[in-house]
């Protein structure tokens, strides 16, 4: 059993900035993993924002690049998302997994911007 737990999120006004935090524990060997943030918006399927590989390489989704910036700690077991020039269409709840993801999902951390 892999638990993901993340933190951070909150309400923001549009053009501010917001830092997500999770920690995986468990069965997982996060160093070995590649990690991954993704957002689930009301009505809406669940999506990767933000990639990060084993070796520190990340990838975006268009909607997101220049804006956030996704970062790993191996020793911590932990992997962050810094979140700049928000829009009101990033609010979603947010999680984190691997990447590709595992059956496991956290409770995800809501981010509401909006004036």
């Known amino acids: 059993q892999v638990q993901f737990v993340e933190s951070g999120g909150g309400l923001v006004q549009p053009g501010g900035s917001l830092r997500l935090s999770c920690v995986a524990s468990?069965?997982?060997?996060?160093?070995?993993?590649?990690m991954g943030w993704y957002r689930q918006a009301p009505g809406k399927q669940r999506d990767l924002v933000a990639h990060i590989s084993v070796t520190g390489l990340t990838n975006y989704a268009d909607s997101v690049k220049g804006r956030f910036a996704i970062s790993r700690d191996n020793a911590k077991n932990s992997v962050s998302l810094q979140m700049n020039s928000l829009k009101p269409d990033d609010t979603a709840v947010y999680y984190c997994?691997?990447?590709?993801?595992?059956?496991?999902w956290g409770q995800g951390t809501q981010v509401i911007v909006s004036s």
């Open positions: 468990g069965r997982i060997s996060f160093k070995l993993s590649n």
């Open positions: 997994n691997s990447q590709p993801p595992l059956s496991s």
